[in-house]
């Protein structure tokens, strides 16, 4: 039906629309989904979920909460994910929140990566900033123990660690775009923002060498230490003492006065001569680095200046090895493991410098020198084993302790033996059993 | 019969015939069918003195075979001729020698040999009287070296791994410096350097598992390979056969990688090891013109031989 042009039909059901949107509103808005009424998004969730009213009482309210937008994280009727959640725990919050892991970032946090944010974060609220579960420095150390204890225990400790963000002057506790060690900046550029340079204090306690764009944590322990001066622990005495000029140049330069392992003997002389009479000197002390290698030439937080563990330095070269170690480790067949391999202290067998023995081998004999510090071999079972025992496979051989175990530990064998199975370790020379 | 198949049968027939035999005929053939058969072990001298951790081996088109028996301090000269070792082995003793681990043998029949302990190169005659060090001269700036390894081509060149400063010397016969080629910007540990029938350079940096290449006159090195640690762990000694295939020994893994000119990955032969034919800590390993593999099998105490069968 139409009057003078006009469908009637049209005019009726636009009547319709018009009558239904001041009734109820503007039409089903995705973020409206539920269709629920106005005015009701989080009232009818704290209806049952009462214990929410305390939340929403605190001083920090994650923003959705605080809307009522509970749908935001939360399916209300059903989901595949704990908790009525619209996502996985894991990916849920970025979401919203990508920004707190950037691409290519020079480090990120272990639980950032994993999508633990409950590990630092209440989802719905609290009365620390930014919804903390802890505030200041209380909740890095809940799981960063051993620095905790590093912390309090020191001597000497940087103000920054216990001013202003604690922790977070210097780290960012997400991601670092940059640095490693989730560091806002690399050093120095970081440590310039607190230490000003241009005081005479500071290039006297320097020795004058021109410090400013050398690697502040080559010497200094950013979270304190028992020294003066915060320098590591474990300090080379020349740095302690101020004597700079025994290993480099004028102080208008860091260059040192003579270059690798040479500079090293000027003092160690008695140590390098008894490195350098060996059969076999382990090649990076002899290189364009030398010492340095492995070792801290001013101060570290390991004995004898490494540059970290023994385990992660020799790691540096011999990654495949110390995977056979960390296997072994982890191996649940291995009910026994060796202590040094266990510990990862490779140089209870090998000497780290020079050895005359394959493999830098500390001693002559593994079976009589080494594993008998701690095995009684000789009553470690009826198998004959020692130097008088020829290796009926190989006349040159004698039965060791290797012929039967991988001294640095195996793939997935129980005792670090050679072979997975004793059968077939064992039918390697009896030959006659093997039927 | 004949005449019941039909044509479109007939290109069947065919066509699955030569898909049969191209299965049963390729797959041997194919790139990964390179094989190492063992002939034979040397334990030991003349005398019956068992080789002690032998590290070096050299050979040269004939049947010569030195062996750097590295644990006793001395050289071992064979006579090595259808499979087995000839009566009249030398033994050679040099004051200068006290720990050889990398042997070489010139056009002339002179032996080079890198004893670790001193860090240098000793010259032997062919009868293994001393010559001397090898003491590169003109040596441009800077003129510290520290030999880790050496090897000659085949106009007696002879070329230095130098890890002090960073580089490759290449020298004369006579030791007189021609050129140098510098190492990368980035890299582990280079361990060892050999050269190809063409005149290509290469090292093998033992850390990151990959192989480096330059030119004769080039003047630094670049990456032939990207990382092998998928099929070696730890290769630290490299050589080169006539159709330019390249050899890594991988010491920790006890195994020989073969890879062709251009670095691809060809086989991985033998195994970490006791029994004959496997390997345990293995160091240099040669091959002679009759495609036979000596290999330093270094914690096992032998040498072990090897025929290439494709």
């Given at each position: 039906m139409k009057v003078k042009g006009i469908n009637l039909g049209y005019v009726t059901l636009f009547s319709l629309w018009f009558m239904s949107f001041l009734v109820y509103g503007a039409p089903v808005h995705p973020e409206n989904e539920f269709k629920l009424k106005l005015g009701v998004k989080g009232q009818i969730c704290l209806k049952c979920h009462e214990t929410f009213k305390e939340t929403l009482n605190r001083r920090f309210v994650h923003p959705l909460l605080k809307k009522g937008e509970c749908t935001g994280c939360h399916a209300p009727h059903t989901s595949s994910h704990k908790s009525l959640l619209n996502a996985d725990r894991a990916k849920l919050c970025y979401n919203c929140h990508k920004e707190v892991l950037p691409e290519n970032a020079g480090s990120s946090h272990e639980v950032v990566v994993e999508g633990n944010c409950k590990t630092c974060h209440d989802s719905h609220g609290s009365n620390n900033k930014f919804i903390l579960l802890k505030s200041g420095n209380e909740l890095c150390f809940d799981c960063h123990k051993d620095m905790s204890a590093d912390v309090q225990n020191v001597r000497f400790k940087h103000k920054s660690l216990e001013n202003g963000k604690g922790c977070l002057n210097c780290h960012d506790p997400h991601s670092s775009a940059k640095s490693s060690f989730l560091l806002k900046s690399h050093a120095p550029s970081l440590c310039l923002k607190c230490h000003q340079t241009n005081k005479a204090s500071f290039a006297r306690k320097h020795m004058n060498y021109p410090v400013t764009t050398a690697d502040c944590t080559s010497c200094h322990n950013p979270h304190g230490s028992n020294n003066r001066g915060i320098i590591f622990d474990v300090?080379?005495?020349?740095?302690?003492?101020?004597?700079?000029?025994?290993?480099?140049?004028?102080?208008?330069?860091?260059?040192?006065?003579?270059?690798?392992?040479?500079?090293?003997?000027?003092?160690?002389?008695?140590?390098?001569?008894?490195?350098?009479?060996?059969?076999?000197?382990?090649?990076?002390?002899?290189?364009?680095?030398?010492?340095?290698?492995?070792?801290?030439?001013?101060?570290?937080k390991e004995k004898k200046l490494l540059k970290g563990s023994i385990v992660s330095v020799c790691g540096q070269c011999h990654a495949d090895t110390v995977q056979l170690q960390e296997w072994s480790i982890k191996n649940p067949k291995n009910e026994r493991i060796c202590e040094p391999v266990k510990k990862g202290n490779c140089i209870a067998c090998h000497s780290p410098h020079a050895a005359d023995n394959v493999l830098l081998i500390s001693q002559h004999s593994v079976t009589n020198d080494l594993c008998s510090r701690c095995h009684e071999w000789e009553t470690h079972s009826t198998h004959p084993i020692g130097a008088k025992i020829v290796d009926n496979r190989n006349k040159n051989l004698t039965v060791e302790c290797l012929t039967c175990h991988q001294a640095c530990g195996t793939s997935n064998n129980p005792a670090m033996l050679t072979f997975s199975t004793t059968h077939e370790l064992c039918i390697q020379c009896h030959v006659e059993r093997i039927k | 019969m004949t005449k019941m198949i039909n044509g479109s049968s007939k290109i069947l027939l065919i066509t699955a015939g030569l898909l049969v035999a191209v299965l049963f005929f390729q797959l041997p053939f194919s790139e990964g069918a390179m094989k190492f058969r063992y002939i034979t072990s040397i334990y030991a001298d003349d005398?019956?003195?068992?080789?002690?951790?032998?590290?070096?081996?050299?050979?040269?088109?004939?049947?010569?075979?030195?062996?750097?028996?590295?644990?006793?301090?001395?050289?071992?000269?064979?006579?090595?001729?259808?499979?087995?070792?000839?009566?009249?082995?030398?033994?050679?003793?040099?004051?200068?020698?006290?720990?050889?681990?990398?042997?070489?043998?010139?056009?002339?029949?002179?032996?080079?040999?890198?004893?670790?302990?001193?860090?240098?190169i000793v010259r032997l005659s062919p009868a293994g009287e001393l010559r001397g060090y090898l003491q590169p001269l003109g040596l441009p700036s800077p003129s510290e070296y520290v030999p880790r390894s050496f090897t000659m081509d085949r106009n007696d060149n002879i070329y230095i791994l130098d890890i002090l400063s960073e580089r490759v010397l290449i020298l004369d016969p006579a030791g007189r410096y021609v050129h140098h080629i510098k190492f990368p910007q980035e890299y582990g540990f280079f361990s060892d350097v050999a050269v190809d029938f063409k005149g290509t350079v290469l090292i093998v940096d033992v850390v990151d598992g990959m192989v480096?290449?330059?030119?004769?006159?080039?003047?630094?090195?670049?990456?032939?390979?990207?990382?092998?640690?998928e099929y070696v762990r730890f290769p630290a000694s490299l050589t080169t056969d006539d159709r330019g295939r390249i050899y890594l020994v991988d010491r920790n893994g006890g195994s020989i990688i073969i890879l062709g000119q251009d670095g691809s990955f060809l086989s991985r032969q033998s195994g970490m090891g006791w029994k004959e034919g496997s390997l345990n800590y293995p160091g240099q390993m040669c091959i002679n013109k009759k495609g036979e593999i000596f290999v330093a099998d270094t914690n096992n105490s032998r040498v072990q031989v090897f025929l290439m069968v494709e």
């Open positions: 300090a080379h005495a020349a740095v302690t003492e101020g004597r700079c000029t025994e290993c480099h140049r004028k102080p208008t330069t860091l260059e040192t006065k003579k270059k690798t392992t040479q500079l090293c003997r000027e003092c160690h002389q008695d140590m390098v001569d008894q490195t350098f009479n060996k059969n076999r000197v382990h090649w990076p002390l002899v290189d364009k680095v030398g010492c340095v290698n492995c070792h801290d030439p001013h101060a570290t | 005398k019956g003195l068992g080789l002690k951790q032998p590290e070096g081996v050299a050979c040269n088109g004939e049947s010569l075979l030195i062996v750097a028996d590295s644990g006793n301090g001395r050289l071992l000269r064979y006579s090595y001729k259808d499979g087995a070792t000839e009566l009249g082995t030398v033994e050679i003793k040099v004051d200068q020698l006290s720990y050889p681990i990398k042997t070489e043998i010139n056009s002339t029949g002179e032996i080079y040999i890198f004893d670790r302990k001193q860090r240098s480096f290449s330059a030119g004769k006159n080039s003047a630094i090195f670049s990456p032939l390979t990207g990382s092998l640690k």
